[in-house]
């Protein structure tokens, strides 16, 4: 079964630091994996996609690397602000055809003043 | 601005009542998903759409029906028979073709009352 996991659940961190949010995946034949952030009550925006040919992609602040070998993928979320406080998930491609994502379940993100 | 339009933002159904969902997209995306979320599961696919007049079952199909009339329009409708209706609706839609960015729209919550 493919399956898409994020740890930890959730963390809170002080305004400035720098960090890191994990996805696992359990079949390395992935076709692109693409993080979102979703804010309360809200749809999801996309942050960052990153083909299986990529290692990383940058988008100001965040950074998104992918090691298929492992099964994993991080993002980067550089010099936080309470304005990055946000559930952030992490979605695979398995099937490359009309991108049918599998999703993990989500960390969500605190950051305080 | 090009996006996914998804309406009602919330909806309230009554034991037995069949309700439909709205979603319109002006991304001249070939591929519509419906996705159901609930809280502490990742988003878990309904049903989707690659072409016009033409859909497939997602994971979690059972009490739910969709169609595709026109490209830019996907409407799920929520039967009586779907059990556990209460929860919130994702639409979203991609280019196709593997490796392409998704894109979601606001969401619905739908409740049972």
């Known amino acids: 079964k493919q399956e898409v996991t994020q740890i930890p659940a959730a963390l809170s961190v002080p305004e400035g630091e720098n960090l890191v949010l994990n996805c696992s995946f359990t079949d390395s034949a992935i076709y692109n994996l693409q993080w979102f952030r979703q804010d309360p009550g809200k749809g999801l925006t996309s942050l960052l996609l990153i083909q299986s040919s990529q290692r990383e992609q940058t988008s100001g602040r965040l950074n998104a690397s992918l090691d298929k070998s492992s099964g994993r993928s991080t993002l980067y979320i550089a010099a936080s602000q309470p304005g990055d406080s946000a559930t952030y998930l992490c979605a695979v491609d398995y099937t490359g055809t009309a991108s049918k994502l599998t999703f993990g379940t989500g960390t969500r993100l605190q950051v305080t003043l | 601005d090009g996006g996914i339009t998804q309406s009602p933002k919330y909806l309230f159904r009554k034991e037995g009542q069949n309700v439909t969902l709205s979603c319109e997209q002006n991304l001249n995306h070939d591929a519509m998903y419906w996705y159901r979320q609930d809280p502490g599961q990742g988003l878990r696919l309904i049903y989707y759409s690659q072409i016009v007049n033409d859909f497939q079952k997602g994971d979690i199909a059972e009490g739910y029906s969709v169609s595709r009339e026109k490209k830019e329009s996907f409407p799920l409708t929520v039967t009586s028979a779907q059990k556990n209706p209460t929860a919130f609706y994702l639409c979203?839609?991609?280019?196709?073709?593997?490796?392409?960015?998704?894109?979601f729209g606001q969401g619905t919550r739908l409740t049972v009352v």
């Open positions: 979203a839609s991609t280019q196709q073709g593997g490796g392409t960015e998704a894109f």
